[in-house]
C-alpha cells in the first residue's frame, strides 16, 4: 500500500468537491456539536439533580405578628403551637430531620444571600423575617405527602419545598437535552446524506482513474479507499469543530450554569467534556465511513 | 490460455444473446483476431475474459482459472495478468507519457524502484522514446494509442486484450500499432483483437475468428478478414 499515492488522490478529491466539502465539514460540525451538548445537558442535569438532592428541604414558614398570609389571621404563632408543631412534624413519616430557624438565623442567612443588595438589606429588620421549620426528607422524590402533613396546622403560614423552585428548571434542562439530540440526529442523516452525495461526485468525477485502476487489476481496497478517505477527512475536521464549540461551550454555558445552581460540586468536569468529544468524534467519522461505504457499492462498481 | 466452453451470454432486458454457445480455444503465445460486425458479440468476448460480465451458462477458463469459482476478492488479481487496450486509449489527461503508464503500477501496489525501472523500458518498446514527459494532448492519435499498450503491457500480462486498437486511427499509423502488438505478441504474451479492419487482418495472417449473431462462424488459422470482402 502506498500511503502518499492514497493522500494525494484524497487531496485531489477534497479539491475538486470543495464546496460539497465544507458543506459537509459545517453539517458534521453543527450536528456533534449539538450531540455533544445534548450529552453535556444530560451530564450536568445528573450532577445538579444529585446536589439538589442533598440540599433541598422543606421549609415551615411560621406566621409571624401581622402577616397577610390569611391561614395566620394576622397572629404571631404562639410558644406553645411551635412547640405542639415540632412533635407533630417529628410524627410525619418520611421526615429525616427537623431543625427550627428563629428570626436572628434567618435575618442572618438573609444578609449573606443579599450581601450585594445594601438597599434591601438596611430596609429589613430582624423583626421581618419569619421563623420558620427546616426538614430533611429521607426520600427527595417524595415531598408531597410531608408538605400535605403540615400544611393547614395552626401557626404555619406558608410550607414551601425547593425542589418546586428547582423542578421546572431542572425540567427545562432536560427539554433541551432531547431537543439537541432530536437536532443532532437530524443533522446526522443530513450529514450522512451529504456525504453520501460528495462521494458520488467525487466517484463520477474520477471514473476515469477508477475505470483504469479497474481495468489494471487494482484491489477494491485501493480504488475505495481515497473515496472512504475523504469522508473520513471531512467527518475528522468536522469533529475538530464540534470539539472546539463543545469546548466553548463548556466554558461559556456550563460554568455559568454551575456557579448559579450548585457552585464547584456541581461543575461538569473536562473529563466529562473530553469524552462527549471522543465519543461525539467518533460517532462522526464513523457515520462518514459508513455513508461514504454504502454510497461506493452503489456508485463504484469494482 | 483462454478456454470458453458452450458459453451463451444473454443481457437483461434482451432476448437475442450477445454470445451463443460459444466454444474457443487460445492457446499461449497466439495471437488471434476476432472479427464481425458490431453487435456480434466481439466486446462481450472480451469483458468474459475480465470477468467484467457473467455467462448464463457455460465455463470460462483464463490463465487456467475457471472464472465461475474465483471471487470477486480475486478477480483483480486475474485482471493484473491481463493487459487491455481500447479504441478510445483512456489515458489520464492530467498525467503525461510516464505517469500514465506508471499508474497501472502504482495503484497494484508495486515499489517505486521497480516502476522507475520497468516504465522507461516499455516506453521504448512501443516506441516513444524521448516522449516521456509529453501530456497526452501533446500526443497524435497513434502514439496515445502506444501509450495505452505500454501501460496495457508494463506489467507483462499473460494476455493482451485489445478491442479495436485501431478504430481511431488512420490506415498508415496502424502499421505502426500493429507492428507493437506483434512485438508484444513476441515476447510470449498472448494477444486477442477485435477488429473491423480488413487490411490489418489481411496482412497479419494470423487465426481468425468470426462472429456472427453472437455464433463462431469461422475459425481459421492464418486467415483473412473473410472471402466474401
Known amino acids: 500500500m502506498r500511503a502518499n499515492f492514497i493522500f494525494s488522490e484524497v487531496w485531489i478529491g477534497l479539491r475538486r468537491n ?34 439538589w438532592g442533598d440540599k433541598i428541604e422543606v421549609s415551615v414558614f411560621l406566621c409571624s405578628k401581622g402577616s397577610a398570609i390569611p391561614a395566620c389571621n394576622g397572629k404571631a404563632i404562639t410558644q406553645a403551637q411551635i412547640k405542639a408543631l415540632e412533635t407533630h412534624i417529628d410524627g410525619v413519616p418520611g421526615v429525616k430531620e427537623v431543625f427550627f430557624e428563629n428570626q436572628a438565623t434567618a435575618w442572618q442567612n438573609f444578609q449573606e444571600a443579599y450581601a450585594s443588595n445594601k438597599a434591601l438589606l438596611t430596609a429589613t429588620k430582624v423583626e421581618d423575617m419569619p421563623q420558620s421549620f427546616r426538614i430533611k426528607v429521607d426520600d427527595p422524590n417524595n415531598y408531597q405527602s410531608v408538605i400535605q402533613a403540615i400544611q393547614g396546622q395552626p401557626g404555619v403560614s406558608q410550607v414551601t419545598d425547593q425542589k418546586q423552585l428547582v423542578g421546572p428548571f431542572f425540567e427545562m434542562l432536560d427539554n433541551l437535552a432531547i431537543y439537541a439530540t432530536g437536532v443532532a440526529i437530524v443533522l446526522v442523516l443530513a450529514a450522512a446524506l451529504l456525504i453520501g452525495n460528495t462521494v458520488r461526485l467525487s466517484a463520477f468525477n474520477r471514473r476515469r482513474e477508477t475505470g483504469i485502476m479497474r481495468l489494471v487489476g487494482a484491489s477494491n481496497l485501493y480504488i475505495q479507499l481515497p473515496f472512504i478517505m475523504e469522508g473520513v477527512i471531512a467527518g475528522l475536521i468536522g469533529g475538530v469543530l464540534a470539539a472546539v464549540i463543545l469546548i466553548v461551550t463548556k466554558v461559556m454555558l456550563f460554568e455559568e450554569l454551575g456557579r448559579f445552581f450548585g457552585g464547584a460540586t456541581a461543575q461538569l468536569g473536562w473529563d466529562a467534556v473530553a469524552q462527549t468529544i471522543t465519543f461525539t468524534m467518533i460517532i462522526g467519522v464513523v457515520i462518514c465511513i459508513l455513508a461514504s461505504f454504502v454510497t461506493l457499492r452503489r456508485y463504484l462498481r469494482v | ?183 508484444i505478441n513476441r515476447t510470449g504474451t498472448t494477444v486477442v483483437m477485435a477488429t473491423h479492419d480488413a487490411a490489418i487482418v489481411d496482412s497479419m495472417r494470423k487465426r481468425v475468428v468470426e462472429l456472427e449473431d453472437g455464433k463462431i462462424v469461422r475459425d481459421q488459422s492464418r486467415g483473412v478478414y473473410g472471402q466474401a470482402y
Do not use: W
Open chain 2, 1 to 183: 490460455m483462454i478456454h470458453f466452453d458452450n458459453v451463451t451470454k444473454v443481457y437483461a432486458n434482451q432476448n437475442r444473446p450477445a454470445l451463443d454457445h460459444v466454444s474457443v480455444d487460445v492457446d499461449k503465445g497466439e495471437f488471434v483476431f476476432l472479427v464481425g460486425p458490431s453487435g456480434s458479440g466481439k466486446s462481450t468476448f472480451l469483458r468474459l475474459i475480465l470477468k467484467e460480465e457473467r455467462p448464463n451458462s457455460g465455463a470460462i477458463h483464463v490463465a487456467g482459472k475457471d472464472l465461475a469459482r474465483l471471487s470477486n476478492f480475486k478477480v483483480p488479481h486475474l485482471r493484473r495478468r491481463i493487459g487491455c487496450v481500447f479504441q478510445d486509449f483512456r489515458l489520464l489527461p492530467n498525467k503525461n507519457v510516464y505517469e500514465n503508464v506508471a499508474f497501472a503500477l502504482e495503484v497494484i501496489g508495486k515499489p517505486r524502484r521497480f516502476i522507475r525501472k520497468v516504465v522507461p523500458e516499455v516506453i521504448e518498446l512501443v516506441g516513444l522514446e524521448g516522449k516521456a514527459h509529453r501530456m497526452p494532448d501533446e500526443l497524435s492519435g497513434g502514439e496515445q494509442q502506444r501509450v495505452a499498450m505500454a501501460r496495457a503491457f508494463v506489467n507483462r500480462p499473460m494476455i493482451l486484450l485489445a478491442d479495436e486498437p485501431t478504430g481511431n486511427i488512420d490506415p498508415a499509423t496502424s502499421i505502426g500499432i500493429m507492428k507493437v502488438l506483434d512485438r
Open chain 1, 18 to 51: 470543495l464546496t460539497m466539502t465544507i458543506a459537509v465539514v459545517i453539517t458534521v460540525a453543527v450536528g456533534m456539536a449539538m450531540l455533544g451538548v445534548g450529552l453535556m445537558i444530560n451530564a450536568q442535569v445528573g450532577l445538579m439533580k444529585g446536589y
